[in-house]
């Protein structure tokens, strides 16, 4: 089936033949004609799979002009917001919409500019959503299309209280949601059984890795765990990299070891780096100007981010649907990729989660020519039992 087969407005399809595409993706060719029918819809987010496009291109092909807000999209992170807003703006380009984006770490006069100029499509995060509903500069009284993307994300992230207040000050007779959500624990069970109407449920993506990611744990002792990162960045031959920390200030420390060592095309994204600069690191990252992006999770979900050759994980992600986020960043568009990931004998647990969650084993490796210090977790073999010499016969314990 072809794009022009779907029911998309000229204008969009117009856009669509000047991006180079042709056939849509299978999300995009089960999702388009329920949205355009007005469905509610409730799907399973996996990234990569062309979801962006596939609730953007229906959403602009039914909207009419008004230069009020009709479609609000919500977003958990401010990257997310900026890559989908991009998407509206590239789709829309010849439907006359206006798109305002509205996230915190900036200031407020682009933003209140951009609503002033009659968006007829927001793409926002919710908290800086809510502070501008509270100043009286963002109105929901004419919303038609709500949007909740990445919901699960949005729960983790404490957002779900906020997103409620968002959904009960938007109309709610005629109004069509969109909710996408990888995971879907009880909580959000209830969350979206409260806020869609008779949805119809979309198959995006199995909670699947790509086939064409190679996977490996490195076992090392916990005071080696910085030595074994520079081993294996020296002796890997990338491209572009991606490390995964679990905190913050484990990446700036990780950005700060492969500094002092000589590597300057280093960049660091997480929550607490200003927004100009987290975007100028993305950027550069995607652009080449940086060889290796130390992030958080803030960069795990949604990024679109092309040829990331390796993804190495410093510490075992304690949520296991994590670690298939992470390494999603690889091994994209049918190409080969890398996960690597430091494994000490505190996390074996969470490795044990992880080989369960994607229903395989990972092999353990050791970089030939590092000098490790001994533990446990480099025996080949488990330790055998200790067993006790038996007593002879007859003989009695004192």
Same mark, same amino acid.
């Given at each position: 089936?072809?794009? %022009?087969?779907?029911?998309?407005?000229?204008?969009?399809?117009?856009?669509? %033949?000047?991006?180079?595409?042709?056939?849509?993706?299978?999300?995009?060719?089960?999702?388009?004609?329920?949205?355009?029918?007005?469905?509610?819809?409730? $799907?399973?987010?996996?990234?990569?799979?062309?979801?962006?496009?596939?609730?953007?291109?229906?959403?602009?092909? @039914?909207?009419?002009?008004?230069?009020?807000?009709?479609?609000?999209? +919500?977003?958990?992170?401010?990257?997310?917001? #900026?890559?989908?807003?991009?998407?509206?703006?590239?789709?829309? @380009?010849?439907?006359?919409?206006?798109?305002?984006?509205?996230? $915190?770490?900036?200031? !407020?006069?682009?933003?209140?500019?951009?609503? /002033?100029?009659? %968006?007829?499509?927001?793409?926002?995060?919710?908290?800086?959503?809510?502070?501008? *509903?509270?100043? $009286?500069?963002?109105?929901?009284?004419?919303?038609?299309?709500?949007?909740?993307? /990445?919901?699960?994300?949005?729960?983790?992230?404490?957002?779900?209280?906020?997103?409620?207040?968002?959904?009960?000050?938007?109309?709610?007779?005629?109004?069509?949601?969109?909710?996408?959500?990888?995971?879907?624990?009880?909580?959000?069970?209830? *969350?979206?059984?409260?806020?869609?109407?008779?949805?119809?449920?979309?198959?995006?993506?199995?909670?699947?890795?790509?086939?064409?990611?190679?996977?490996?744990? !490195?076992?090392?002792?916990?005071?080696?765990? &910085?030595? +074994?990162?520079?081993?294996?960045?020296?002796?890997?031959?990338? #491209?572009?990299?991606?490390?995964?920390?679990?905190?913050?200030?484990?990446?700036?420390?990780?950005?700060?070891?492969?500094?002092?060592?000589?590597?300057? @095309?280093?960049?660091?994204?997480?929550?607490?780096?200003?927004?100009?600069?987290?975007?100028?690191?993305?950027?550069?990252?995607?652009?080449?100007?940086?060889?290796?992006?130390?992030?958080? &999770?803030? %960069?795990?979900?949604?990024?679109?981010?092309?040829?990331?050759?390796?993804?190495?994980? !410093?510490?075992?992600?304690?949520?296991?649907? &994590? !670690?298939?986020?992470?390494?999603?960043?690889?091994?994209?568009?049918?190409?080969?990729? &890398?996960?690597?990931?430091?494994?000490?004998?505190?996390? +074996?647990?969470?490795?044990?989660?992880?080989?369960?969650?994607?229903?395989?084993?990972?092999?353990?490796?050791?970089?030939?020519?590092?000098?490790?210090?001994?533990?446990?977790?480099?025996?080949?073999?488990?330790?055998?039992?200790?067993?006790?010499?038996?007593?002879?016969?007859?003989?009695?314990?004192?």
């Amino acid at each position: 089936m072809s794009f %022009a087969e779907l029911g998309l407005s000229e204008q969009v399809l117009q856009a669509i %033949a000047e991006s180079g595409y042709t056939n849509p993706t299978p999300i995009q060719e089960q999702g388009i004609p329920l949205i355009l029918e007005n469905r509610d819809v409730i $799907g399973a987010s996996q990234t990569g799979t062309g979801k962006t496009a596939a609730f953007a291109l229906p959403t602009l092909s @039914k909207l009419e002009l008004m230069g009020k807000p009709q479609c609000l999209v +919500l977003e958990p992170t401010r990257e997310l917001a #900026h890559q989908v807003s991009e998407q509206f703006e590239h789709y829309g @380009k010849h439907t006359g919409f206006n798109v305002a984006l509205l996230h $915190g770490g900036v200031g !407020y006069g682009t933003q209140v500019a951009a609503l /002033e100029k009659g %968006a007829d499509i927001v793409v926002a995060t919710p908290g800086r959503l809510i502070d501008m *509903f509270y100043r $009286g500069i963002m109105r929901f009284g004419q919303i038609k299309v709500l949007i909740l993307d /990445e919901v699960d994300r949005m729960l983790d992230m404490g957002f779900l209280p906020d997103v409620k207040k968002i959904v009960n000050v938007c109309p709610w007779d005629e109004r069509q949601t969109l909710f996408f959500s990888a995971t879907m624990p009880p909580a959000i069970q209830t *969350f979206a059984a409260w806020c869609l109407t008779d949805p119809v449920e979309v198959e995006i993506a199995r909670r699947e890795i790509p086939s064409t990611v190679t996977h490996a744990f !490195y076992p090392v002792a916990m005071n080696q765990r &910085d030595e +074994l990162l520079l081993a294996l960045l020296k002796k890997t031959d990338y #491209h572009s990299v991606m490390i995964f920390t679990r905190t913050r200030k484990e990446a700036d420390a990780v950005a700060g070891i492969l500094r002092q060592e000589g590597s300057s @095309k280093i960049a660091v994204m997480h929550s607490d780096i200003k927004q100009t600069d987290r975007m100028k690191a993305l950027k550069g990252f995607k652009e080449g100007t940086y060889e290796v992006l130390v992030a958080t &999770d803030v %960069a795990a979900r949604g990024i679109d981010i092309s040829n990331v050759t390796h993804v190495i994980n !410093y510490r075992v992600p304690e949520n296991a649907e &994590d !670690y298939v986020h992470r390494i999603g960043r690889t091994g994209r568009a049918e190409q080969e990729g &890398d996960a690597f990931t430091l494994l000490t004998a505190d996390e +074996l647990d969470f490795a044990d989660s992880v080989e369960r969650f994607i229903d395989r084993k990972i092999s353990r490796k050791k970089l030939e020519g590092f000098e490790y210090t001994y533990t446990a977790l480099l025996d080949d073999q488990p330790a055998k039992p200790i067993r006790r010499p038996r007593r002879p016969a007859g003989r009695k314990r004192r």
